[in-house]
């Protein structure tokens, strides 16, 4: 398990080196000013939604302006080429699912030992509603012809993802299936308005139970292919080490979860309480959260509340009393439908992804 940072001084030292200075709940926690990269604050974990201006924002490029009026294409293998403009997607029929999105270096700061990335904590990961048309529909429209493999989205954004290659734009790809799926969604709102800038306006991919990296912001263009891309984005980021070596792209989320309350080392007194957090996983909904205070030995299950959708983050809480005075070791532990159960311990690897181990939260009770 990774090891608990008891000590106050430590977590403000460690914090205030990494991320710039941010008055608290003012705002997101800001990781990088230029491209914009923030985390939702802590106090803001405990809500189902999150507010769109607290939503995590992660970009790998400045985000982008087009001088003409946007238009979304459609090409590539298909049986006829397409454009669509906002007005084409307002006359669509609209679908809103709820939506955890978790960036996939989430927690990297908790890696020992440390890896490059932003150093994010608790807070890349939000909820939102989100609202738009299913992909499929537009793809049914174009008609995919014969042998199509994956389907390419381009964003507006554009720069040097690394200084050892090109200029290029933000590029991911799904496979067909993925695509197809009736829950891939082109979303233009988020929790009953328009996207914002920060968030992909005017239409962005939503993959549901996908990490963020997925989820294409500020789309350009929608290219049908006959084989399988291999971009920077698909092979050079977002991939995890096998045991044997061999580079796996990462896709679906999986199982985790994190204590909203109480925040590491607050002083608590010997009376009930409280504790509470969210759970998720990428596909299925969540069985069971199970709390322990001894940092692991004993586990007991917490009541699951508030809203249960298959795709967004799931609240819990359990009433705890501390036996005596004393320091804890408090963790949670979910498992979902499909029988995945969310690791004691984090896998490390070098580009520092998918960051799900149980996290401890050290308190102190007087
Ligand atoms: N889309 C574009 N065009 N450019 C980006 O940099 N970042 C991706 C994804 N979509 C990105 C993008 C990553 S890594 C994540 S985690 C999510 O957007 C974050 O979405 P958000 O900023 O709306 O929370």
């Known amino acids: ?22 008055p608290e709940g003012k705002g997101l926690v800001t990781i990088e000013e230029e491209p914009i990269i923030g985390e939702t604050p802590q106090a803001i974990l405990k809500s189902w939604l999150t507010p769109n201006p607290l939503f995590y924002i992660r970009n790998h490029y400045t985000i982008p302006e087009w001088d003409s009026d946007w238009e979304l294409s459609l090409g590539g293998h298909v049986n006829s080429a397409l454009s669509f403009t906002l007005h084409d ?3 669509f029929p609209i679908q809103t699912l709820p939506v955890t999105l978790e960036c996939a270096g989430n927690n990297r700061s908790d890696l020992e030992p440390q890896v490059p ?38 964003g507006y954004d554009a720069g040097q993802p690394d200084p050892s290659v090109d200029v290029q734009p933000y590029l991911r790809s799904l496979p067909i299936d993925v695509a197809m799926h009736p829950d891939t969604l082109l979303a233009y709102e988020m929790n009953g308005e328009p996207l914002s800038r920060e968030h ?39 991939i995890v080490e096998s045991d044997d070596g061999e580079p796996v ?8 979860s994190l204590i909203s309350w109480p925040e590491p080392n607050t002083a608590l007194t010997v009376q009930s309480h409280m ?9 299925a909904h969540i069985a069971k959260v199970e709390v322990s205070d001894d940092g692991g030995e004993t586990w007991n ?45 984090t896998r490390w690897n070098s580009l520092g992804y998918i960051i799900n181990g149980v996290r401890p939260v050290c308190v102190e009770v007087s």
Not at 117 to 146: C, D, Y
Not at 307 to 332: C, D, E, F, M
């Open 117 to 154: 990335g932003n150093p994010f904590q608790n807070g890349a990961v939000s909820t939102a509603i989100w609202a738009g048309v299913p992909l499929r529909h537009l793809l049914e429209r174009a008609g995919i012809s014969e042998g199509a493999v994956e389907v390419l989205f381009e």
């Open 301 to 345: 299950e917490a009541d699951l509340v508030g809203p249960r959708y298959r795709y967004s983050w799931q609240q819990w809480n359990i009433a705890w009393t501390p036996k005596s005075a004393g320091h804890y070791t408090l963790v949670a532990r979910a498992t979902d439908e499909d029988g995945n159960i969310q690791p004691l311990e």
């Open 249 to 256: 792209p990462i896709s679906k989320m999986h199982v985790k």
């Open 89 to 91: 997607f307002h006359s």
């Open 1 to 22: 398990m990774n090891t608990c940072k008891c000590s106050k001084a430590e977590f403000d030292r460690e914090r205030n080196e990494t991320l710039s200075a941010q």
């Open 275 to 283: 504790i509470n957090g969210m759970a998720w996983s990428g596909f």
């Open 200 to 238: 992909g306006y005017p239409v962005r991919l939503v993959v549901p139970g996908w990490y963020g990296m997925a989820s294409v912001k500020w789309l350009k263009r929608i290219t049908v292919l006959q084989e399988a891309f291999e971009g920077f984005f698909q092979t050079d980021r977002y």
